[in-house]
């Protein structure tokens, strides 16, 4: 969705924190020489979409965020959820609520290509939605029976490349012939619907699933995705840095 000149653009928040169980001090992991979180600040703002805003706990992990090109905002380390620290960075950097558009960007994301953040404004180009997110094609067989791999269920026709979700799942969903979505976690909320958002308690699908996202849609929030062809590689496991190192060193060799 091109940001017209005269309107205020969105406002991109990376919540990051250090107590990860799987990867403890995950923000400022080693890739190459630079903490992952420089590199996902660098890739938010090669998007060219608007300030960037790291939200943490630790004063580490500021420090290297700012040298990165990020303003800071500390945000409580009891917060419940990643969303729950967007808010609280786009509450404390944006009180009067200029942003109208905010943009949930994972810090564990070193790999992110920057366009991605661009194609997942694009469903908000329909006023009638809340969020925006993305999608890719699963091709591999593995992605789909693997719990790990959150799949989307949208109704996407062919030639399209915008539909609503209908739901979320680590099941392979549907059923049936026919293409399955991995969804790729980014989300654009408009700043109301974010608000509504983490005012919500958690919902049953949401317990049940372990994901977030089922909590707009048990609560009657619409959801469209945008499907994209590369899949940025989520950082949660040592073996993800390993990953995601090989590939920073192929691009950098390219």
């Known amino acids: 969705m091109p940001i017209r000149p005269s309107s205020t653009p969105p406002l991109i928040v990376l919540p990051a924190r250090m107590a990860s169980t799987r990867l403890p001090g995950k923000p400022l992991a080693d890739i190459h020489g630079r903490p992952m979180i420089a590199h ?6 090669a998007a060219h979409v608007g300030p960037v805003v790291v939200a943490c706990c630790e004063a580490e992990v500021a420090r290297v ?10 945000t409580d380390p009891n917060l419940p959820s990643g969303s729950d620290r967007v808010w609280a960075a786009a509450q404390a950097v944006d009180p009067k609520g200029h942003h109208e558009i905010v943009i949930n960007v994972q810090a564990d994301l070193p790999t992110l290509d ?8 694009a469903p908000l180009a329909d006023p009638a939605v809340d969020i925006g997110t993305l999608v890719a094609r699963i091709n591999d067989p593995a992605e789909l ?3 790990g791999v959150v799949k989307a269920v949208v109704g996407l026709a062919p030639g399209t490349r915008i539909g609503r979700a209908l739901y979320f799942s680590r099941s392979p969903v549907p059923g049936g012939e026919g293409p399955h979505f991995h969804h790729v976690g980014l989300y654009v909320y408009r700043r109301d619907a974010l608000h509504t958002f983490v ?6 699908l949401e317990r049940r699933e372990g994901l977030e996202q089922l ?3 048990e609560n009657h929030m619409r959801i469209d995705v945008m499907l994209v062809d590369t899949i940025p590689v989520g950082v949660d496991t040592p073996a993800d840095l390993e990953k995601a190192r090989a590939l920073l060193a192929e691009s950098q060799l390219s």
């Open 40 to 45: 996902v600040v660098e890739r938010a703002l």
């Open 65 to 74: 965020a700012a040298r990165a090109g990020a303003r800071t905002v500390m």
């Open 114 to 121: 920057p366009v991605l953040i661009r194609d997942a404004i």
């Open 145 to 147: 029976s693997d719990p």
């Open 199 to 204: 005012g919500l308690p958690p919902g049953v």
């Open 215 to 217: 909590r707009a849609l």
